[in-house]
Every structure is written in C-alpha cells, then in structure tokens.
C-alpha cells in the first residue's frame, strides 16, 4: 500500500495559484495518483487523478513527473471558496485495495 | 446524480447502548466503506465491503461491526459504544475499476456525527 506524504497546512491569498505537492516513494505501477476535496462538516469528493504527466479539468491541473515518486495538484486563482483539505492518495486499477487518505493538507485562503 | 446517504447527520448515545448507523447508495456499487473521521487524524477506514455479505477490516475495526445484506445498504453497528467512540463517521461507495471515468473514485455521504454521552 503506497504511503503518502504532504504537508499539513498552507495559506495562500485570493487570485493566487496554490500548488501543493505529494511524496509517494512506493507507488506501484498500476497505481493512480488521485486527489480528493473536504470542506468543513461534508465528506470528501474527488477533484482528480492522474498516472503520469499532467491532467486538468475544470478544477485543477495534476503534474506527475516520470519517476511517479512525487505529485503536484495545481489550483489556479483560489478563492475563499477552496478553502479545504486536500487529500493526496494512490488508487489501484488491478482491482479494488485499501486505500489510506491520511490527514491531508489544510488549505487556508486568505482574503 | 449519484447519492450516498446515511440515516442521520447527527446522533446522541449514551454508553453502553447498541448503536445503528445505516449507509445507503443509487449507484448501484459494488464496494462500500465505513470510515470516521476525527481532529489530527484524517480519515481513518474502519471496515469495507465489496459485495454483498462480504467484509474486510480496515485499519480500526476494533469495537465495531458490519452488515451488508443488499447491495446498495452498508450498516455499521457499534455493538456496545463507548465514549472514545464519539467521531464524525463517513461512508463511501466506489465502482470496481473500468466502470465509470475514474479508478477507484469513491463517493461520499454528508456523514453523521456521534456524540456517546
């Protein structure tokens, strides 16, 4: 089960491009890399996942260089409305495996 | 749209009391999780289910216990609560890979929070 790591909290102002990055030294190769969202009192949804390079929607960018030992997940001007935790977790595609979402990074937008 | 909900957003017990927190799903899933949340340390899997009458123990099972006799309900049952019990508890439910756009994209309900008195 590949661990990640990330850190805890970050503060960012409105307009700023928040980049938060992710250690996952053990990855195995049918893992993806995929992101989730919490804010306060809800559960978390997923934002996006990637297995290598880069992928953006409507939300986010993910950078995944070669090596896969590390990811980025790219906001682009934050609002006060992204103020969350951001959770970084590798996802099998060979079937289902337990998954470890950690504490996440706590994402505070400063106005 | 795709839906999890669970029974209650908020649940006060007093200890000892046999609790019941119920999860159900539309999508038609063939995994579910229980999970609980609490300050500091993230979201913690307690057991998951990937099909009907079949369980697996996540990382904290100690003090709870699961029932899945349908597909789209996933119970977890606190057999005696206690008040280290009190936690926010989410679940979850997930295709199997190749079904949908993402691998292992879990969906979340509102969760409950319980509060063991």
């Known amino acids: 089960l590949a661990k990640t790591t990330q850190p805890i909290s970050m503060d960012s102002y409105e307009g700023q491009e928040v980049n938060i990055t992710c250690s996952h030294n053990n990855i195995a190769t049918n893992d993806y890399i995929t992101w989730y969202q919490q804010f306060p009192s809800q559960g978390p949804r997923f934002i996006i996942q990637g297995y290598k390079t880069k992928v953006t929607n409507e939300v986010a960018s993910l950078f995944i260089p070669a090596d896969r030992k590390s990811s980025t997940l790219s906001l682009p001007r934050v609002s006060l409305s992204d103020t969350a935790v951001y959770y970084c977790l590798a996802s099998s595609s060979g079937g289902y495996q337990k998954v470890t979402f950690g504490t996440g990074t706590k994402l505070q937008v400063i106005p | 749209d795709v839906k999890v909900t669970q029974s209650s957003r908020y649940l006060v017990k007093r200890t000892g009391e046999k609790v019941f927190l119920e999860c159900v799903q539309d999508?038609?899933?063939?995994?579910m999780f229980w999970y609980r949340q609490d300050p500091g340390l993230g979201l913690r899997l307690i057991y998951f289910?990937?099909?009907?009458?079949?369980?697996e123990k996540g990382d904290i099972p100690e003090g709870y216990s699961v029932s899945r006799e349908k597909k789209e309900r996933f119970s977890l049952i606190l057999e005696s609560a206690s008040t280290n019990q009190t936690s926010m508890y989410l679940c979850?439910?997930?295709?199997?890979?190749?079904?949908?756009?993402?691998?292992?994209?879990?969906?979340f309900g509102p969760g409950t929070r319980l509060t063991v008195l």
């Open positions: 979850a439910s997930s295709s199997p890979p190749g079904q949908g756009s993402s691998y292992n994209e879990q969906f």
């Open positions: 999508m038609d899933h063939e995994n």
């Open positions: 289910s990937y099909d009907v009458k079949m369980k």
